[in-house]
Nanobody
Framework: QVQLVESGGGLVQAGASLRLSCAAS????????VGWFRQAPGKEREFVAA????????HYADSVKGRFTISRDNAKNTVYLQMNSLKPEDTAVYCC???????????????????WGQGTQVTVSS
């Protein structure tokens, strides 16, 4: 089993930056594909970014491409989401998720993932 705990959310103004962390328990976390998803009030959960086991492959939603960067430190069992130039439309609960596979072409699909954290709130004011 893998347990995921997100941190780093908060209330910021538009244009600011935040770095989210997803800390995992379990020795096998370094073998897993990890994704970030977000859900705003009244909206469906949407894909944000994903990173393969080694970090060699990363993917981003078009809405965050060029502003967000996903990375991982397997020695620390942690995946990060650096968010720059934040916009009010980035406001959501951000969750990380882990897939037991090292990589999947369906990285954008939430049903692909086996483990989920509780989420951290990000609020961007205009």
């Amino acid at each position: 089993q893998v347990q995921l705990v997100e941190s780093g959310g908060g209330l910021v103004q538009a244009g600011a930056s935040l770095r989210l962390s997803c800390a995992a328990s379990g020795r096998t976390f370094s073998n897993y594909l990890v994704g970030w998803f977000r859900q705003a009030p009244g909206k469906e959960r949407e894909f944000v970014a994903a990173i393969s086991r080694t970090g060699g492959s990363t993917h981003y939603a078009d809405s965050v491409k060029g502003r967000f960067t996903i990375s991982r430190d397997n020695a620390k069992n942690t995946v990060y989401l650096q968010m720059n130039s934040l916009k009010p439309e980035d406001t959501a609960v951000y969750c990380c998720a882990a897939d037991r596979l090292p990589y999947s072409s369906r990285y954008y699909n939430s049903y692909e993932y086996d483990y989920w954290g509780q989420g951290t709130q990000v609020t961007v004011s205009s």
